[in-house]
T-cell receptor, first 112, second 113 residues
Framework: QKEVEQDPGPLSVPEGAIVSLNCTYS??????FMWYRQYSRKGPELLMY????GNKEDGRFTAQVDKSSKYISLFIRDSQPSDSATYLC????????????FGQGTILTVHP | DGGITQSPKYLFRKEGQNVTLSCEQN?????MYWYRQDPGQGLRLIYY???????QKGDIAEGYSVSREKKESFPLTVTSAQKNPTAFYLC????????????FGAGTRLSVL
């Protein structure tokens, strides 16, 4: 069983839809949770960073963490064609060298 | 501009050949990482280095080698022992702020001729 499971999709939605992306994890040592966005043939860029259970909002994006269920989500409101990308969840424990464990990535397409 | 530069963008390897991927950063970060990305498998850690002249194996180090002679540079060599090298390779460095965020380069796509 992988430490982090993410539905690879692909996910196709119409413009303006609410998108929900999810990851589950099995390692209780994970304390920090991130969502990266990766456009085709580019490197991932950090979208959201959280470390406590609950919600964190940034514009159209909301990251949700439920440590008791070992479940994290990213919600995208009013999705735009420019949101079309691969979304990767990533997490790490409390060590200082920052090793990340990634989910498989979800391919999202928002069509006009 | 500060950032991470990977080169080349595309690379082709012949059978039995070693190839080296370049990663340079001007962010003054101590820690650097190499990941391999395959479709449907996310990013897998190959090697990482916390400081100059020191590096550790990641989850899939077999068939790869690295060096860290300078803080700014962390080249990755894909050796002939790596039988399935076709993938997208990403280099990252670790920020020094309280969140310890990893920043990525634009990647190198390696294919086998």
């Amino acid at each position: 069983q992988k430490e982090v499971e993410q539905d690879p999709g692909p996910l196709s939605v119409p413009e303006g839809a609410i998108v929900s992306l999810n990851c589950t994890y099995s390692n209780s040592a994970f304390q920090y949770f991130m969502w990266y966005r990766q456009y085709s043939r580019k490197g991932p860029e950090l979208l959201m960073y959280t470390y406590s259970s609950g919600n964190k909002e940034d514009g159209r994006f909301t990251a949700q963490v439920d440590k008791s269920s070992k479940y994290i989500s990213l919600f995208i409101r009013d999705s735009q064609p420019s949101d079309s990308a691969t979304y990767l969840c990533a997490m790490k424990g409390g060590t200082s060298y920052g090793k990340l464990t990634f989910g498989q990535g979800t391919i999202l397409t928002v069509h006009p | 501009d500060g950032g991470i530069t990977q080169s080349p963008k595309y690379l082709f390897r012949k059978e039995g050949q070693n190839v080296t991927l370049s990663c340079e950063q001007n962010l003054n970060h101590d820690a650097m990482y190499w990941y391999r990305q395959d479709p449907g498998q996310g990013l897998r850690l190959i090697y990482y280095s916390q400081i100059v002249n020191d590096f550790q194996k990641g989850d899939i180090a077999e068939g790869y080698s690295v060096s860290r002679e300078k803080k700014e540079s962390f080249p990755l060599t894909v050796t002939s022992a790596q039988k399935n090298p076709t993938a997208f390779y990403l280099c990252a460095s670790l920020g020094t702020g309280p969140q310890n965020i990893q920043y990525f380069g634009a990647g190198t796509r390696l294919s086998v001729l």
